[in-house]
């Protein structure tokens, strides 16, 4: 079955980092958009980072500064650097990529990111 895998979540207390990492190298077609949406119980999801096919950068505005998305379309690995971590980052964490000039896209399986002390 083609997926993302992840990894890199976990229990971290304020102020601290975490590097999550995607792996997509299961999928076959060249990917466009690569990015990182997380979702808080009880909300919606909601696009963290994002590296679009044409190389711009696209970040919510409540992680600019603390977190930096990278990643290689062609290595098809995809990056979420998270630092000065704050309690209402706590989600689940989900890769996502899109398949370049195409309506199809793939998830991660998701990993929990708990910011607590």
């Known amino acids: 079955q083609v997926g993302l895998v992840e990894s890199g979540g976990g229990l971290v207390q304020p102020g601290g980092s975490l590097r999550l990492s995607c792996e997509a190298s299961r999928i076959r077609f060249t990917i466009g958009d690569m990015g990182w949406y997380r979702q808080a119980q009880g909300k919606e999801r909601e696009l963290v980072a994002q590296?679009?096919?044409?190389?711009?950068?696209n970040v919510l505005d409540s992680v600019k500064g603390r977190f930096a998305i990278s990643g290689d379309s062609t290595e098809k690995m995809i990056y979420l650097q998270m630092n000065n971590l704050r309690p209402e980052d706590t989600a689940v964490y989900y890769c996502?990529?899109?398949?370049?000039?195409?309506?199809?896209?793939?998830w991660g399986q998701g990993t929990q990111v708990t910011v607590s002390s």
């Open positions: 996502n990529v899109r398949i370049l000039f195409n309506t199809a896209e793939y």
């Open positions: 590296i679009t096919w044409d190389g711009r950068t």
